[in-house]
């Protein structure tokens, strides 16, 4: 519950922000909201020799109507998030799962950009914006570039940002009045999933992507696949496994989390169609 | 919701809110760690991340580097400090066998989280630092995790004992010889089942802590401590550490919650003391979650075997419990009792012949000891016996409740002397389960389970009812002596009436969270005459309070209370030969209400208490011979236990297709005889409904073949919060208990007792027309998958 010993600086700016995890190399690691790294540092699971504090970074803060799409920066809050009217209005199903994330503590401190650079598959966010087909922006040293969410998760906790990169933005679409759904299977509600689904249909277009059934968040194709060539919502959702590589821990087996993606994703289409 | 009763018009029975809580809820209450202790010494330990190893070389050069250390030390280093081993103060058999235990370990870790060595520092964070440097080679063994394996002996812990097996402790009681097995092979029912109480981890708000301060000159040590029990710890720490008694204080300050788990005497307590004096400096030390998950004793840890015998009618003829108990890695204060607390409470509310046969093996594994968890040993012997009993139901094909109501022992039988010899002082089992069928609306839920349960139902509903009998009070005296506990079960109070009409009350209770200093207030403000803000407790400072054997087992109030209101009465009769004497009347003609001392017939002919207080201060004109002051010490010994009762029912919906299990009602009717304060005594059943109902459905310490603790943080041993919980509806009887003036009982832990097993009936009786016939606890989400799928594949092979 004492972490190891670190420095710490704050940044004013994303560039500064940039600038000194350049300089301070590895075992620096940006500092959010904290939610997810502190408590790694508490059990002393992580060990970074210097935190670069983003938090007062103000300009990151904000979601905006961005035409197609809704721009939500990376130090957004969750209960921000989970608020905002602009995406009950285009994005309903983004807000509803951020008011799924942790208790309302972390939805307060705990960030958009910080929960998707986490990269955690067990998170909410993560499989909600890679079913929605979001893109991330990243900066840089050398400027930003834009990442698909469907190329972001790489392993568990590993994503395709760079060392020297911070993620700025995330682009949600605007659903444009698709049914949707979100599924979140736990035991206590201020739990991670055991198995949750993000979910949305339109006519025959689909995302269905899958929360802590894999070492990343899991998009569904096969559903979704499925869907679009007319198959039903029961014979779709027996293909809710199908990308998953499920793991085993203290509430689920590998076969029950199996078991559990097919009922949840099944139950997500019946609602995301209704 | 909360059934609201009528309440008595005077200050016992009202819902006062408690004084405790604005300094609780505003964070001004003091905890050990918010003492501030110029100059103290920080502990850290360093901790066995194995479960059994020997302990090859413990090198301190790298700690010791680490700016701010003041000291390190091995276990070995530290074998001159004690002056004897750890206690335990319940050698439950003359041949228990008990490994000695040190609050360092110097040859051998025998549990992940065993102390191997420690780190004194300036600050808390370089004594962390340092710890991590400490450079322990192990050479690791095999783990005993599992109690039949720890009982096969294949691998043994404590070598030099030559066996896993602490003790074997047997109750058997027939009414002619042979009777058990008689009633077992002439009964038109039995059943045999194997229950498993799940290990757990009490997980009190406040983790321990511990400061020890000693005095610069002449050898007086004060320690500070989260602990349920100053007063044991204080006979404890000197006797372990050769320090005079009288040298020896011991304070808990603030103590947020203990459920058990500080009921104890910790290697960190010790150490704290022992280093203090060696280094003549203050040390302290903080316990992490992490560790508490590790260090801090975990509750239950059982295997019951319980047979059944009952007639035709369902009449019970006999009942058999074999239990096979984990007492975890060593014994701590009070382990090997634990499992003999619930050995008198097998045949639960019913009325059972002479026909009893109760055995107790207990092992010894290489995980964290085992000791006291709220209910300690009577959760445990309702669960078996209430869910044996529907079991039994189900065999014979009758409603649950039906059974239960031909075997209750009936109102008219009280007082019961039951097959154990125990008194059963009063009851009424019926009343309260017919009670609790009315707010469950039991006939109601089974007729919308008829229609509901149906072949393919994806929501099916089920009831759970549990009767049980708590045996608490603890307790007469002589009783522990026949248990060979090495204590007493008596409370003292003293009451002072000060000059001013203000009155001190001293307890040896030791509240953590109970309100105490509330519930004592009012006894004392019935009895007096006087306004509950007028009384002052003090308590839980050895110095303050030298006398008193703390709380634990629901025993505060219908010892320490009932001790009170005793002191209380002398007060009264040594005012009222003062008002006597003033009045120049007679005693007998005097009577005392209100806080008053009147004449009988003759109202204006008075003398108040205030009047009588500043008299027997100043000492001017008292009787000849009559000592000033007012003051009174008794110390009571409770002629029996104190036997709540109750029924809880419970309901739930399970979704077949996930497990999920929905807990829709929970009644709880408990009957603690009088209630002091009825809030109190919602609070109590409220929380320990809760915790009965976590183990139900919740929480498991969950550890690896290796004997690693897999649920060690709070994201694994899922504690419920509120949102993961049902509203309950209490209801309750009152049947005063007719051995202690107050009429009170305890009310502790009644709901963890009902609780567990109210939650598995009804989740089992939800799924009983798929086949399923028992659940594991805890009843997860999986745990309910997998035994709705064993059962409807059994049945479809």
Same mark, same amino acid.
């Given at each position: 519950m004492i972490p190891a010993a670190f420095d710490y600086v704050r940044a004013g700016s994303a560039e500064e922000a940039i600038a000194l995890i350049g300089e301070h190399g590895e075992d620096a690691k940006f500092l959010a909201g904290g939610h997810s790294l502190l408590p790694l540092m508490k059990l002393r699971l992580a060990q970074p020799s210097v935190l670069v504090d983003i938090?007062?970074?103000?300009?990151?803060s904000y979601i905006r109507d961005a035409g197609d799409h809704i721009a939500i920066g990376a130090l957004t809050r969750h209960m921000d998030v989970e608020k905002s009217p602009l995406l009950a209005e285009h994005v309903p199903l983004l807000a509803h799962a951020a008011g799924h994330v942790g208790d309302p503590q972390v939805r307060h401190r705990g960030t958009m950009g910080g929960t998707i650079a986490h990269a955690d598959p067990a998170s909410d966010l993560p499989a909600t914006t890679l079913a929605l087909g979001a893109t991330y922006v990243a900066q840089g040293p050398n400027g930003t570039r834009e990442i698909a969410a469907a190329d972001f998760y790489q392993g568990f906790l590993e994503s395709a940002l760079a060392a020297d990169e911070m993620l700025t933005e995330i682009r949600v679409p605007k659903m444009g009045g698709a049914g949707w759904s979100f599924q979140k299977f736990n035991r206590r509600a201020q739990d991670w999933a055991i198995v949750g689904v993000a979910a949305w249909r339109r006519n025959g277009d689909s995302g269905v992507a899958l929360v802590n059934m894999g070492s990343t968040p899991i998009l569904a194709t096969s559903v979704s696949g499925a869907l679009a060539q007319g198959a039903s919502v029961s014979d779709a959702a027996q293909l809710a496994a199908e990308e998953a590589e499920p793991q085993s821990d203290l509430n689920a087996s590998p076969e029950y989390r199996v078991h559990l993606a097919k009922v949840l994703v099944r139950r997500a289409l019946e609602q995301a169609s209704a | 919701m909360t059934d609201l009763q009528e309440r008595p018009a005077g200050v016992l029975g009202s819902r006062l809110l408690r004084r405790e809580d604005p300094a609780l809820l505003t964070g001004e209450a003091k905890y050990t760690n918010d003492l501030n202790v110029p100059g103290a010494l920080h502990l850290a330990m360093v901790r066995s991340p194995y479960a059994h190893a020997r302990i090859t070389s413990v090198d301190l050069s790298a700690a010791l580097a680490v700016p701010g250390v003041v000291a390190a030390y091995s276990g070995a280093d530290l074998a001159g400090l004690w002056a004897g081993p750890m206690p335990c103060a319940w050698p439950v058999t003359e041949d228990m066998k008990n490994p000695p235990h040190y609050p360092v370990a110097t040859g051998t870790a025998c549990y992940v989280g065993d102390g191997v060595a420690c780190v004194l520092a300036t600050s808390a964070t370089a004594a962390r630092d340092a710890a991590e440097l400490v450079d322990v080679q192990y050479e690791p063994m095999e783990a005993v995790v599992d109690l039949e394996d720890a009982l096969s002996d294949r691998v043994v812990i404590h070598t030099d004992l030559g066996t896993n097996k602490s003790y074997q402790w047997d109750l058997k009681i027939e009414g002619e010889p042979g009777q058990v097995d008689a009633a077992f092979a002439a009964a038109a029912y039995t059943v045999k089942e194997r229950y498993v109480q799940q290990r757990l981890i009490p997980v009190a708000m406040e983790p321990r802590a511990v400061c020890a301060v000693p005095q610069p000159f002449g050898g007086d040590m004060t320690l500070y401590s989260a602990t349920q029990v100053p007063h044991i710890l204080k006979v404890m720490t000197a006797l372990t550490l050769g320090i005079p008694e009288h040298q020896m204080r011991v304070v808990a300050p603030?103590?947020?919650?203990?459920?058990?788990?500080?009921?104890n005497v910790y290697a960190e307590e010790l150490l704290c003391v022992a280093l203090a004096r060696k280094h003549g400096a203050p040390v302290r030390w903080n316990e992490t979650r992490s560790e508490n998950h590790l260090a801090t004793i975990q509750g239950r840890g059982q295997i019951q075997h319980i047979e059944l015998a009952a007639d035709a009618d369902g009449k019970l003829t006999a009942v058999r419990v074999r239990l096979l108990a984990d007492m975890g890695a060593y014994l701590q204060l009070v382990t090997p009792g634990i499992p003999l607390l619930g050995a008198f409470l097998y045949a639960g509310v019913y009325d059972l012949p002479l026909a009893y046969d109760f055995s107790c093996t207990s092992v010894f594994t290489t995980l964290t000891p085992t000791d006291a968890y709220r209910g300690a040993g009577r959760p445990e012997a309702t669960y078996a016996i209430e869910r044996a009993m529907d079991a039994l139901a189900d065999t014979m094909g009758i409603d649950p409740m039906e059974l239960r109501r031909r075997n209750f022992i009936r109102k008219e039988q009280f007082p019961y002397t039951a097959m154990t010899g125990l008194v059963y002082d009063s009851g009424d089992h019926d009343a309260a389960a017919t009670k609790a069928a009315e707010l469950a609306d039991y006939d109601g839920v089974r007729a919308r389970q008829a229609a509901q349960n149906?072949?393919?139902?994806k929501k099916v509903i089920g009831i759970g009812q549990a009767s049980y009998f708590e045996m608490c009070g603890l307790a007469p005296s002589r009783v522990l002596a026949s248990l060979n506990y090495s204590a007493g079960g008596w409370e003292a109070a003293t009451v002072r009436v000060l000059p001013t009409n203000k009155i001190q009350v001293v307890t040896g209770t030791a509240p953590h969270g109970q309100g105490h200093e509330t519930a004592w207030s009012m006894i004392v403000a019935e009895k007096m005459g006087v306004a509950p803000e007028d009384v002052d407790v003090l308590h839980s400072d050895t110095a303050i309070a030298p006398l008193g054997l703390d709380t634990y087992g629901s025993r505060s109030l219908p010892v320490g209370g009932v001790a009170i209101a005793m002191a209380c009465d002398k007060v009264i009769d040594k005012a009222k030969k003062i008002a006597a004497h003033q009045l120049e009347a007679d005693e007998a003609d005097l009577e005392f209400a209100g806080g008053t001392f009147s004449v009988k017939g003759t109202p204006d002919r008075a003398l108040p208490l205030a009047a009588i207080a500043f008299e027997a201060f100043t000492?001017?004109? @008292?009787?000849? =011979?009559m000592e000033p002051n007012l003051e009174a010490h008794t110390t009571y010994d409770p002629p029996n236990f104190s036997w709540p009762f109750g029924t809880h029912i419970c309901t739930v919906e399970v979704d077949t297709e996930t497990g999920q299990v929905d807990v829709l009602q929970y009644v709880a009717v408990d009957d603690c005889g009088v209630q002091v304060n009825p809030l109190i005594v919602e609070g109590q059943v409220h929380g320990g409904v809760i915790q009965g109902l976590a183990q139900a459905l919740f929480e498991e310490a969950v550890y690896d073949d290796d004997g690693n @603790?897999?649920? =060690?943080?709070l994201a694994e041993y899922l504690v419920p919060a509120a949102s993961d919980v049902p509203s309950l509806t209490l209801g309750h009887t009152v049947t005063p208990s007719p051995t202690n003036q107050l009429g009170v009982k305890g009310i502790g832990e009644a709901g963890t007792i009902g609780a567990a097993p109210a939650v598995i009936n009804a989740v089992v009786d939800a799924l009983s027309h798929l086949g399923v016939r028992d659940m594991p606890m805890p009843a997860s989400p999986q745990n309910v998958w997998a035994a709705i799928n064993a059962a409807t594949q059994g049945a479809s092979k």
């Open positions: 938090g007062r970074v103000e300009d990151l | 603030s103590v947020g919650g203990g459920f058990g788990s500080k009921l149906v072949p393919g139902a000492a001017h004109n @008292l009787p000849d =011979g @603790l897999k649920s =060690g943080t």
